[in-house]
Each structure stands twice: as C-alpha cells, then as structure tokens.
C-alpha cells in the first residue's frame, strides 16, 4: 500500500533554532517527492520538489534531502522565524499514471516560540 | 505567487442547499483539482481535470459535481448539502507536463464550508 508517514506529529522550536522534519514513504514506482508550508487558512504552497537522482535541494533556509533508497527524506530549516509556523507536508507522487498521482503526508505542525 | 483564487473563503449555511465553490486561476493551467482536507488529516483528492471539458473522480469518494467549461474555471457543486460535507475544500492547479510531472501543484487558499 503506497503510504507517506511524516514525523513528529507537532514540534515546539525556539525562534533562531533549528529543526527536522521526517518523511517515510513506500510510493513505487517513484517519481518526486515534494515538500509543501502550509499556513493556517491557507493553501500549501510549494517549497521543493526532488526527482530520484537528486539527494539535497535548497530554498533559502529550507534544505530537502532525500535518500531514494531507504524512502526517507528530510526537511530542515535554518535559524528559525515566527514566519516559519505552519504545517509542513510531505506529497510523493508516483509515476504509473498520466496524471502522476500524490500521496499525501498528514504534516508536521511546527510552532516558533519567541 | 501563484494565481489561483477561490471563493468564498467561508461558507456557513443550513442543511438541502445547493452550494458552488468556485475557482479560477490565470496560469494557463491545464490540469485542475479539488481537495478535502479536515484538521490534522492529509489532503484527499476529489476532482481533477486534465483540462475543457475533462472531469475525473478522485480517490475519496464524494457527493459533489465539477464541471470545466473554461480553461480557467473549475466550480465544485453540492446539489444538497449536509452536515457530512462539513470541511475544507482545496482547489489546486499545474501546468501539463505529460508522465510524471515535476511541476508543483499551485493551491487557492480554500474555501472553508460549515453545513448545519
């Protein structure tokens, strides 16, 4: 069953810190694997998108890794800012199909404390 | 910034009406979806399109109907709502690009629909 499991459920930082965030999947055949922000009473909006034969992505503070072998990919963010609350989502998509389906993780809840 | 609008932003109204989520987006955009997220929950497809004239059902079963007349017009229709339907509805759209497509998807902000 093509599953995406994100880790921790919630995470509570101290502004200026920084942190990770888990993403196992089993989607195959694999395509990319993309990581959303999603802010409260918005949309998710696109931070990086990684392809098989890439490992690493950076978006400013925002670094995606991404191990193709053991499914696992991580999001970490540098020198956090209260900016940087939001539900963070991890979407596999595979590519057995035109439409290139996603599978979607439930996120990560990150809270930055002043 | 991605050009994707949706209206209402929220919606309260009572049980047996009809209601029309509307989305548009000034991309270009061929391919369009809905989505249905509750709190803590991941984003369930709905509806798709791969472009005029194009509707699909999506994975989670619903009640609803969508439509694409135009390019950039997407409305998603509950003939008669229900407590049920109560959730957050997601409109998204991405360029085509064929198999397996690297493009990111461009999501509205949502319309948050209450039904009582």
């Known amino acids: 069953k093509n599953q995406v499991e994100q880790s921790p459920q919630s995470l509570i930082i101290l502004e200026g810190k920084n942190c990770t965030l888990q993403?196992?999947?089993?989607?195959?055949?694999?395509?990319?694997l993309r990581w959303y922000k999603q802010d409260t009473g918005r949309g998710p909006v696109s931070l990086t998108i990684?392809?098989?034969?890439?490992n690493t992505k950076s978006n400013g503070r925002y670094t995606a890794t991404l191990d193709a072998d053991t499914k696992q990919s991580s999001l970490h963010i540098t020198a956090s800012q209260l900016s940087d609350s939001a539900s963070y989502i991890c979407?596999?998509?595979?590519?057995?199909?035109?439409?290139?389906?996603?599978?979607f993780g439930r996120g990560t809840q990150l809270t930055v404390w002043p | 910034e991605a050009d994707i609008y949706q209206t209402p932003r929220y919606l309260v109204i009572g049980t047996g009406k009809k209601i029309t989520l509307e989305c548009s987006q000034t991309?270009?955009?061929?391919?369009m979806y809905w989505y249905q997220q509750d709190p803590g929950m991941e984003l369930h497809l709905i509806h798709y399109?791969?472009?005029?004239?194009?509707?699909e059902k999506g994975d989670l079963s619903s009640e609803s109907t969508v439509s694409r007349i135009r390019t950039e017009h997407f409305p998603l229709t509950l003939e008669s709502a229900r407590p049920s339907h109560t959730s957050q509805y997601l409109c998204?759209?991405?360029?085509?690009?064929?198999?397996?497509?690297?493009?990111?998807?461009?999501f509205g902000d949502g319309t948050r629909l209450s039904i009582l």
């Open positions: 998204a759209s991405s360029p085509d690009r064929g198999l397996g497509s690297n493009q990111p998807q461009h």
């Open positions: 993403c196992n999947y089993t989607v195959s055949p694999f395509s990319n």
């Open positions: 990684m392809t098989f034969s890439e």
């Open positions: 979407v596999v998509s595979d590519r057995g199909s035109t439409l290139g389906r996603l599978y």
């Open positions: 991309m270009g955009h061929d391919k």
């Open positions: 399109s791969y472009g005029v004239n194009s509707t």
